[in-house]
């Protein structure tokens, strides 16, 4: 083909150099579109991270506060949010939210945990369940104006 | 169909073809080339945010590392709730280990030998502040980490705020 070629002087033709642009352009957009994902995705990750962070302080902080007595989380309403206030000499659970970084909401709620007979955690809904007194799952959220992340453990009462 | 047979027409083109050819010729041009150059960017924004991103998780999870490990802060030395020159020493039994901003780098210091740089060389730490907070002996050190990376005119940054308890400091209560 190539050799074939070499003997036409006629080179391309505007509408075969339009053509070639034209594919060009569309497999850029498809490209750039693809790449533009990657980034928002990446994005995303970053700011998760951000928040994953936080909230792990924060669940750093509300097992220091188990430690210290059981009460401390044993005696709050379940399902119902709170908040961590940390000042100079302040490591407690408040009313107010925490404001981080002038963009960050921090607040946590605890929920009942239930086992079966053998001991292992199952789900509120099986059949036999029972509410171990003693544990609590805790969710911690972190939020901004555009989402919100959590993540969730649960906190056993060592005598 | 006409435009391909006038390839073999040596009538040519009109001014007026010719004209829309030279326009749609510059219009598609251009787009590629932007699109093109745009692609670029966004490669390179890509790269420089999971730059800012794993150096960030690094240096995060082994200052955090530290101060789990550690008995107490040794204020005396330590600068705190300082953004531009935050310094960070820890006791840890019979070792100190030192972590601080050095420029636009964050450092790590053991019995006051240097061990390393906590990020890549790639990326700058302008803002580093330590916070520590104290209830009932128990000590909560909070650290801010503000990273950038740039290339040419493009620049990432990236900001995280996480903190940890001082285990010996709780073990101790």
Do not use: C
């Amino acid at each position: 083909m190539f050799s074939k070629n070499h003997y036409n002087y006629q080179g391309f033709g505007l509408v075969e150099v339009m053509i070639g642009v034209s594919l060009v352009t569309v497999i850029g957009v498809y490209v750039s579109l693809t790449v533009s994902q990657f980034v928002q995705v990446r994005n995303q990750i970053l700011d998760d991270t951000k928040k994953v962070y936080l909230a792990e302080e924060g669940y750093e902080i509300i097992k220091l506060l188990r430690d210290e007595d059981w009460n401390n989380i044993g005696s709050l309403s379940l399902d119902t949010s709170y908040y961590l206030q940390v000042a100079t000499t302040t490591l407690s659970i408040g009313g107010t939210s925490e404001v981080i970084d002038g963009q960050y909401n921090r607040s946590f709620l605890l929920r009942e945990v239930y086992r079966n007979g053998s001991g292992n955690i199952v789900a509120s809904t099986t059949a036999g369940s029972t509410v171990d007194t003693d544990s609590l799952n805790v969710f911690v959220y972190v939020g901004d104006s555009n989402s919100t992340t959590s993540m969730q453990s649960i906190l056993a009462n060592f005598p | 169909m006409n435009l391909l047979l006038n390839k073999n027409n040596n009538a040519g083109f009109t001014l007026v073809e010719g004209l829309v050819y030279i326009f749609m010729f510059v219009i598609l041009s251009t787009g590629a080339l932007t699109l093109l150059f745009s692609l670029s960017d966004l490669f390179v924004q890509y790269e420089l945010k999971q730059d800012v991103l794993s150096s960030g998780t690094t240096a995060m999870e082994r200052m955090l590392l530290e101060i789990r490990e550690s008995d107490e802060v040794t204020l005396s030395g330590s600068i705190i709730a300082s953004s531009t020159a935050g310094v960070l020493i820890l006791e840890n039994g019979t070792s100190t280990v030192r972590i601080e901003k050095n420029g636009n780098k964050l450092e790590i210091y053991k019995e006051g030998v240097f061990e390393s740089v906590l990020h890549t060389s790639t990326v700058e730490v302008p803002e580093l502040t330590f916070y520590h907070y104290v209830k009932d002996e128990v000590e909560l050190v909070r650290i801010h980490i503000k990273l950038q990376s740039s290339s040419g005119s493009l620049t990432e940054e990236l900001d995280i705020t996480s903190g940890a308890v001082i285990r010996g400091s709780y073990a101790a209560n």
